[in-house]
């Protein structure tokens, strides 16, 4: 057992442990998507408490428990991944029906986001029994917390989660991206981000966040246009690695778009290049690499 949390866990309960927590419910538990201190007061008190827990790796889970000093017997645990949900679902209800406390966790973030739990609720639920969730980690609020996306841009997300894996479908679901306004959040393999980046790619200009390794010691955010995204990504090696979370910003509107390339042009008839950009970006808040190619096509379309 881990000595590294033994502060937490104390702080856990002091915390925590003067809470309700009723038997014979289904404990939705969020986890850290990388770093292990995001674990909430809450979690980790829950799971020490309570006398089962459903997991979608029972190896990883079991790793995650030892870490924060949670000893658990495998007899404890219950593996309920993509592959057998339904079956497993039904030995989960088995347990509350006896009066259990049962915790379910997926092997990072938030269960039942683009991660398996969803049908293990949706179970519980017809059987009338009660479902509470401990929110917590996510890649999806993370990265849409870290994109900027402003007030004056549309509002809302949607959430696509992975796309097909097939080429086809895949350029298909990216065409239908193309006409939505609002921002999209995307997650990849490291084995297939280089394809969704080509993907992507034919979104041109329309701004696209990608967090890398999110919470983890070699992180990454960055901001750059859809068709730059396969170059910035090739620029080093390193960022072909771990795990992604996307954001797809907004479509600016033809009015914004107008705008925005209206006052570069007034600035490039009066500043260098790069100035011009730079004051751009600062004036519109608008990418600058997304400014720089536009100033790019207005000076090839005259001439200069």
Not at 14 to 28: D, F, K, N
Not at 265 to 283: F, H
Request: with cysteine.
């Amino acid at each position: 057992m881990s000595a590294l949390f033994t502060s937490a866990l104390a702080a856990s309960s002091e915390a925590a442990s003067g809470q309700h927590y009723p038997q014979g419910s289904l404990y939705v538990v969020a986890t850290p998507i990388g770093n292990l201190a995001d674990i909430s007061l809450r979690a980790l008190y829950l799971l020490g408490l309570v006398e089962t827990i459903a997991c979608e790796d029972t190896r990883h889970t079991q790793t995650l428990l030892r870490a924060y000093g949670i000893d658990k017997s495998g007899s404890q645990l219950i593996a309920l991944h993509q592959h057998n949900e339904a079956q497993a679902a039904q030995t989960v209800i088995d347990h509350l029906r006896l009066g259990q406390r049962v915790a379910y966790v997926s092997d990072a973030g938030t269960p039942g986001i683009s991660d398996p739990g969803a049908r293990l609720v949706a179970a519980v639920r017809q059987q009338n029994l009660r479902c509470i969730p401990l929110p917590g980690p996510s890649s999806v609020t993370t990265v849409l917390s870290a994109a900027g996306i402003t007030e004056d841009q549309p509002g809302g997300f949607i959430f696509a989660g992975f796309l097909s894996t097939k080429t086809a479908e895949r350029e298909r679901a990216v065409l239908a991206l193309a006409a939505e306004p609002q921002a999209v959040v995307l997650l990849e393999a490291p084995h297939r981000i280089e394809a969704l980046a080509v993907a992507l790619a034919s979104l041109g200009a329309r701004a696209v966040t990608i967090g890398r390794e999110l919470t983890k010691q070699f992180e990454e955010i960055a901001t750059v246009s859809a068709k730059d995204l396969p170059a910035w990504l090739l620029h080093d090696a390193n960022r072909l690695r771990g795990e992604f979370a996307l954001v797809v910003h907004p479509a600016p509107t033809q009015t914004e778009t107008t705008q925005d390339t209206r006052v570069l042009k007034l600035l490039l008839e009066q500043l260098p290049l790069k100035t011009a950009v730079k004051l751009a970006a600062d004036i519109t808040g608008e990418p600058r690499n997304t400014l720089y190619q536009i100033a790019l096509d207005l000076k090839s379309a005259s001439g200069a």
